[in-house]
């Protein structure tokens, strides 16, 4: 089909995620047409280096043809199975019983989703039920931290923190609050004074509620969508011990941080934290097949199991659970970050990241860059003393992004002038290279905006 056919009906029928419709009418698709290691190629034929893996979750790149090779043997062998009725599939069983054994703690017990919204309406739903199961009903309140993200299904977007997830869409709940995210660069104080804060907040939100109505915390351990932000080291450990301390369960939402992105398997392994559920996407298949999970405690799992009446169903399901295709693709890219070497090179080229990226430190527009793993953010400010944020009359990230793209390099740009970079963990030292000069040559270029300049040249001196 012709590129600007295929523009126009982009236009005319399919709805983009997380876009101005409007302003997606005006601007068209950028089609993309093939993937090759960490680069993709466009309808253009435009070469870019993806910075940010898809979206947070191509972590073996593109193209690697043992995967296609198991989702081919799989679909030709069983395309469908049902997890209904007592029926399974053997890629469901083994991707379960592979993640409960790499998982921390006890959670031994996987629901297959097919992705990281709806493993957080799974563990919501099933957070509800275990409480009222276990006759503590009045526990029905759910915290978060703002800017956290837990996906945009109708529930979930309460739990998450953005304000655009809840604009116009009744979000959130009046059972849904936030307490302030650990943001030490927005933070006066050192890294023990901010977690004492957040441990506080948490106390204080709960109290303030009641213990006996607040069933449990939602917490990234680093935020992803809201602008990469690193808490200090202990916090989410200093987190979920508050949580057992006050009898609310501590939900580890791991779409993003799982499966090397941070370094460790997990990134609850950064704080040796073992949560009480955990939520699980993205890396989880690579973004080669829809799949997401959510793993269960035992000890959850056991009240559930055994309090249910003698057979009683218990109303969850969905069509696509534990889909054995997207299970087959699961096993397979598993075995490629720990068989594949993927996860050992991911944590090298993290740390190369990290001196590659050290000199933006200096740059005009850089306030502050932070990096854990393969996963960094660089917030851009006008004025470094004062940590002002660029105005959004500018339309600074918008600029980042095009300018970025027409340098050969895809990354994200949030909305308050943040720049994600996550690349796939199979990038090399001589590819975070090109990385780095694609980016320090478009924040160069966005210093030439004369409206960027005249915002960096009314600083007071």
């Given amino acids: 089909m012709a590129h600007e056919l295929l523009i126009a009906r982009d236009r005319q029928h399919l709805i983009h995620s997380a876009v101005p419709w409007s302003m997606h009418e005006e601007r068209g698709a950028t089609i993309l047409k093939s993937g090759a290691g960490i ?9 870019v280096l993806d910075g940010f893996s898809g979206l947070w979750c191509v972590n073996i790149g593109y193209g690697q043809q043992s995967v296609v090779a198991a989702a081919a043997e799989q679909m030709a062998r069983l395309p469908y199975a049902t997890g209904y009725f007592h029926f399974s599939n053997e890629p469901a069983i083994e991707l ?66 953005l304000p655009a997830f809840h604009a116009n869409f009744d979000a959130p709940e009046p059972t849904q609050h936030h307490i302030p995210a650990a943001y030490p660069y927005r933070f006066d104080g050192d890294d023990a004074s901010l977690i004492s804060r957040s441990v506080r907040d948490l106390q204080t939100m709960v109290e303030t509620l009641g213990p006996d109505n607040v069933a449990a915390f939602f917490a990234e351990p ?37 499966f090397g992105r941070t370094g460790p398997l997990f990134g609850s392994n950064h704080d040796d934290v073992a949560p009480d559920l955990m939520t699980l ?11 997401g999970a959510l793993l269960v405690s035992d000890r959850i799992y056991r009240a559930i199991a055994d309090r249910t009446p003698s057979g009683a169903i218990i109303g969850h399901g969905q069509t696509y659970s534990g889909h054995p295709v997207s299970a ?39 306030g502050n860059l932070r ?5 960094a953010g660089i917030e851009i400010v006008t004025d470094k003393r004062t940590k002002t944020r ?4 500018l339309g600074l990230p918008e600029a980042l992004a095009r300018i970025g793209y027409a340098n050969g390099l895809v990354f994200r740009a949030f909305g308050d002038a943040m720049i994600g970079i996550a690349p796939p963990l199979i990038i090399t030292t001589a590819e975070i290279d ?20 005249a915002a960096l040249d009314s600083r007071p001196r």
């Avoid at 720990?338 to 850089?366: D, K, T």
């Fill in 390 to 393: 660029p105005d959004p009359s």
């Fill in 39 to 47: 680069f993709l190629t466009d309808a253009d034929g435009h070469r």
């Fill in 222 to 258: 680093v935020i992803g969508s809201g602008g990469v932000i690193i808490p200090p080291d202990g916090w989410y450990r200093a987190m979920a011990a508050t949580c057992r301390d006050l009898d609310i369960l501590f939900v580890a939402d791991e779409v993003i941080t799982a």
């Fill in 371 to 375: 990096l854990r793993g393969l996963l």
């Fill in 281 to 291: 996407a993205k890396g989880l298949t690579s973004g080669y097949a829809p799949m």
């Fill in 96 to 161: 379960a019983a592979k993640l409960a054994d790499r998982a921390p703690g006890d959670l031994k017990h996987v629901f297959f989703s097919q992705g990281g919204s709806d493993a957080i309406d799974s563990a919501i739903r099933l957070i509800r039920y275990y409480f009222n199961i276990t006759g503590r009903p009045s526990k029905k309140h759910m915290i978060a931290v703002d800017r956290g993200y837990h996906g945009s299904s109708s529930i979930g977007a309460g739990i998450t923190g």
């Fill in 328 to 366: 087959a693709v699961g096993l397979e890219v598993l075995r490629l970050y720990e068989e594949g070497g993927i996860i050992a090179n991911g944590r090298s080229s993290g740390e190369y990241l990290a001196r590659a990226l050290a000199p933006l430190r200096s740059h005009p527009l850089v």
């Fill in 434 to 453: 090109i990385l780095v000069e694609r980016l320090s040559r478009t924040l160069d270029a966005a210093l030439e905006i004369a409206e960027v300049r």
